[in-house]
């Protein structure tokens, strides 16, 4: 109970430090291509966030996406998942529509997920055994959906790709709706509270869904990656969330899909 408690302040408090930061200039650099943006406030966010947690918990172990040094080699003990700023890019061209995303697992089982829509100051958190919230509301277990009734995240650039774009196109005919929001810990949060029914998205890495899992999961839902085998902290993979049926029928897409299947084997990790 200490750990989520200290981890709810700690990222309200960093969710102000980073709207203080916000007033005042910042530089914008590419990391791997010329859309992976990263921002001073990315890297001072995060540093702010790791000291605060070093400073109580010196024998915990971290991870966080912009320093090399925040990064493990096994799940031993309790481990912070952090994410700064998901979503980045709505960062730099919206100011709005990002997250900080912090997860923390003990021996590679979720145990804490927090996730703070930044402008909005509202925290979706979880305690794994005690339920989930968004601020002070308890959130109820998720409804099961058809596909046909179901509002599903999905970013349509996955349909573009050579190889894995047609199982997106098939979740995208089956479904009511897609959406996309720019931030992967924003849309686990929705799908916990109940705002989609599911969603997916390729190459995530573990700061983007280790404290999706915890919420979700504490409704009821299902996270997988797209063949639905389990996610694991300590590396990159895709994600498919949602309520029991939408994660089956999606999966199912995926699964049926040889073209995903051979090029999962083939390549990197999707
Ligand atoms: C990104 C966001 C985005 C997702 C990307 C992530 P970042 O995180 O979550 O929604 O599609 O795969 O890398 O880089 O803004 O922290
Ligand atoms: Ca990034
Ligand atoms: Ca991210
Ligand atoms: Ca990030």
Known sequence: ??????????????????????????????KTNPNDLVTDVDKETERFIANRIQEKYSDHQLIGEEYKEHSIENTDGVVWVIDPIDGTINFVHQRANFTISIGVFIDGKPHVGLILDVMNDVLYHAHAGHGAFIDDSRLPQLKQTVMEESLIGLNPKWMLKSGIGEPF??????????????????????????????????????????????????????????????????????????????????????????????????????
């Open 169 to 270: 196109m098939d979740v995208a005919r089956q479904c009511r709706q897609t959406r996309s929001y720019g931030s992967a810990a924003l849309e686990f949060a929705y799908v916990a509270a109940g705002r989609l029914e599911g969603t997916i998205f390729f190459r995530l890495s573990p700061w983007d869904f280790a404290a999706g899992i915890v919420l979700i999961e504490e409704v009821g839902g299902v996270v997988t990656n797209a063949l639905g085998d389990p996610l694991s902290i300590l590396k990159k993979d895709s994600v498919i969330a949602g309520n029991t049926n939408v994660h089956q029928s999606i999966q199912t897409a995926f699964s049926n899909n040889e073209a995903f299947v051979k090029h999962r084997q083939d390549s990197y990790h999707i």
């Open 1 to 30: 109970m200490e750990i989520y408690s200290f981890g709810q302040r700690l990222i309200r408090e960093a969710g102000q430090f980073i709207r203080n930061r916000m007033t005042e200039a910042y530089t914008i650099d590419k």
